[in-house]
């Protein structure tokens, strides 16, 4: 039985949750077994894709990419993000492209980056039907205003931003690249809220890193806060070469 919202938060008070990133079905085939929620993050442009940010991901893609986790996946909670320019415009814009990927995925919520300023959107969309995950702390589709991937530093907007998206009806938050401190005090303020932290230290209600980061699929771009747990390039280098050799011996 896959799990739904209120099973997530329930098992949030009595453990860690575990989430990664999946895009395709071949992936969700196996994280399902073990992350408690799988999220087809728009980083899929970055790591699949070769794109330069996540600035260049259509929904189109993640309609695809999602509906691949969904149909692949029996037990996890599936969240599919918004991409860039699909929800930003109008909160009537957002419940469009929200509904067209809960409809189309079958997955269990939405997520967007955005504080304050995106509250009055979560809000629209939470009221009408639409579970909204909300992302504050770094935002990597603003990364062409900050001008890098840096930690958010600032203490007191990250906690403006954190409580705004709550108090429009987000059923949860990734906390992200931010530090220990900012994390320790929304923990404080906001206890029973599930955060789920990318580079946000300890004081978080979940995990969630990109599986290809993990498996040493992403190269050297690796971010500093978690390290590679395998190295998979070097597995699948082996079988080309394994099967490079067994086509020139055979001639
Ligand atoms: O797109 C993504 O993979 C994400 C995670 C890094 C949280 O948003």
Redesign the pocket.
Known sequence: MRLNISKLLKLSKERKIVAL?SYTANIARITDNHADVL?V????GMVLYGLPS?QGVSLEMMLNHGKAVVSASAKAFIVV?MPFGSYESSPQVAFENAAKVLSFTGCGAI?L?GGAEMAETIKFLTQRGVPVMA?VGLM?QKFKIKGSFSKEKDAEKVIKDFEAVVEAGAFSV?L?NISEEISEKIASIFPDVLT?G?GAGKSVKGQ?A?FEDLAGLSGESIPPFYSKIQNLAQNIEDVCKAYKLDILAKG
């Open positions: 990133t999220l993050g728009d980083s899929v996540t993000d997520k980056e992302h990597p990734v992200e789920i990318i969630i990109v």
